[in-house]
Antibody, heavy 123, light 109 residues
Framework: EVQLVESGGGLVQPGRSLRLSCAAS????????MHWVRQAPGKGLEWVSG????????GYADSVKGRFTISRDNAKNSLYLQMNSLRAEDTALYYCAKDSNDYGDYGEAFDIWGQGTMVTVSS | SSELTQDPAVSVALGQTVRITCQGD??????ASWYQQKPGQAPVLVIY???NRPSGIPDRFSGSSSGNTASLTITGAQAEDEADYYCNSRDSSGNHLYVFGTGTKVTVL
């Protein structure tokens, strides 16, 4: 079964850091680009960051550029999001999502999603 | 960055047809993908590319595109189709990789 399981969320004070992880199983992880997507409470989806199969191409939303760092460890079938200088507006459910393109680069869609991990930034 | 605009809400009678639209400049260059999200659940991909459905998605879901507008059509809407729907595409502005639409709440009456 293809599965993505996020972890690492929690309550954190503004200005502090948090590292999210996503464990992948059921598919050849290093064949696919991966993404982080977030959803603030009661709001819509926001693409946060993406990484190609070999980490050669990385992108960020303007809202997190310079504060968040995406990475992956293909040997561990894992995706990560290092979040620094957290702000109240970063409060959201963070989803890990698999790209649909099996060439390893960015494709047209996100075909598998995890259940998300909640990040709350508050003092 | 590019923006994708959707109507906030639409309603459809049970068994009837509803079309959800998504407008944005990036759609002139890239296909949209569509996601269904029910309360408390993760999004699910329902349409991608020109008009492709992932395995397990009913054929009452279809997609189309013209100019700067992409559409998701549900033909013969069922009660279980009541959900939020989001479009998404690559970002043609070059600043971001991807952009999501603002979302449409579909109510089945």
């Amino acid at each position: 079964e293809v599965q993505l399981v996020e972890s690492g969320g929690g309550l954190v004070q503004p200005g502090r850091s948090l590292r999210l992880s996503c464990a992948a199983s059921g598919f050849t992880f290093d064949d696919y680009a991966m993404h982080w997507v977030r959803q603030a409470p009661g709001k819509g989806l926001e693409w946060v960051s993406g990484i190609s199969w070999n980490s050669g191409s990385i992108g960020y939303a303007d809202s997190v550029k310079g504060r968040f760092t995406i990475s992956r460890d293909n040997a561990k079938n894992s995706l990560y999001l290092q979040m620094n200088s957290l702000r109240a507006e970063d409060t959201a459910l963070y989803y890990c999502a698999k790209d649909s393109n099996d060439y390893g680069d960015y494709g047209e869609a996100f075909d598998i999603w995890g259940q998300g991990t909640m990040v709350t930034v508050s003092s | 960055s590019s923006e994708l605009t959707q109507d906030p809400a639409v309603s459809v009678a049970l068994g009837q047809t509803v079309r959800i639209t998504c407008q944005g400049d990036s759609l002139r260059s890239y296909y949209a993908s569509w996601y269904q999200q029910k309360p408390g659940q993760a999004p699910v991909l329902v349409i991608y590319g020109k008009n492709n459905r992932p395995s397990g998605i009913p054929d009452r879901f279809s997609g189309s595109s013209s100019g700067n507008t992409a559409s998701l059509t549900i033909t013969g809407a069922q009660a279980e189709d009541e959900a939020d729907y989001y479009c998404n595409s690559r970002d043609s502005s070059g600043n971001h990789l991807y952009v999501f639409g603002t979302g449409t709440k579909v109510t089945v009456l």
